[in-house]
């Protein structure tokens, strides 16, 4: 779970504003939880936008509108049904704490061509392998500028490379750098998690176009 402190808090046409004091991993359509400001602004809501610049409030289409003169960074703005209130100094925090949970153990176990008995050492391996490799897949997406569900995969390809991830992770247990455990006289052959076909799966990374 990521942590942020709030340093200034607004409310205009029923959407609140909240001004953290470091960047943010946030994403827009995340779940977070604010805690400490006030009654109003406290709650677990659902990320809007990530304003730039001053927030002003809505046209009559609902859209919103910013004052482009007045940039304010690392702002998080979320729907709030409330009387406005002017911006000013605050304090609590904002939680961010993203649990992706697209592909399952017993997926992964299939995609091996293997049965993990519960419980076991390496059944308690595969959860981690799979806890880890879900949370890697999405974050390496959101950092090329995807916006996902957490609990629904965008797609088969997504799925697949993050379950050929999680495997890849599991099979390199007792590993050292970049190679598989082996007990082989002859060595042992070279492993990578993040594949070039896995990248491909996943769309990763993104090229950015201006």
Do not use: H
């Not at 029923?14 to 939880?33: D, H, M, R």
């Not at 001053?54 to 998080?76: K, M, N, S, W």
């Not at 190679?179 to 070279?190: E, H, Q, R, V």
């Amino acid at each position: 779970m990521a942590t942020y402190t709030v340093t200034n808090k607004y409310l205009i046409d029923n959407f609140a504003v909240l001004q953290l004091l470091t960047p943010s991993e946030i994403a827009v359509g995340s779940s977070i939880t604010v805690a400490g400001v006030d009654a109003t602004f406290n709650g677990t809501y659902t990320v809007r936008a990530l304003p730039q610049y001053l927030y002003v409030g809505t046209d009559t289409q609902g859209d919103l509108l910013y004052d482009y003169q007045v940039p304010i960074a690392d702002q998080v703005l979320y729907a709030k049904t409330a009387s406005d209130v002017e911006r000013v100094a605050a304090s609590g925090t904002v939680s961010y704490d993203p649990v992706c949970t697209w592909v399952t153990a017993a997926q992964v176990m299939s995609y091996l061509g293997i049965t993990i008995a519960n419980p076991s050492d390496d059944y308690t391996l595969l959860t981690q392998s799979v806890s880890a490799g879900n949370q890697f897949c999405y974050r390496r997406r959101q950092e090329s500028g995807y916006i996902d569900s957490l609990t629904t995969s965008p797609g088969g390809d997504a799925t697949l490379g993050t379950l050929m991830y999680c495997a890849a992770l599991w099979r390199s247990r007792g590993s050292i750098e970049a190679t598989y455990a082996t007990f082989d006289g002859m060595g042992s052959a070279p492993q990578q998690s993040l594949t070039p076909i896995v990248k491909q799966l996943l769309g990763i990374p993104r090229p950015a176009v201006a």
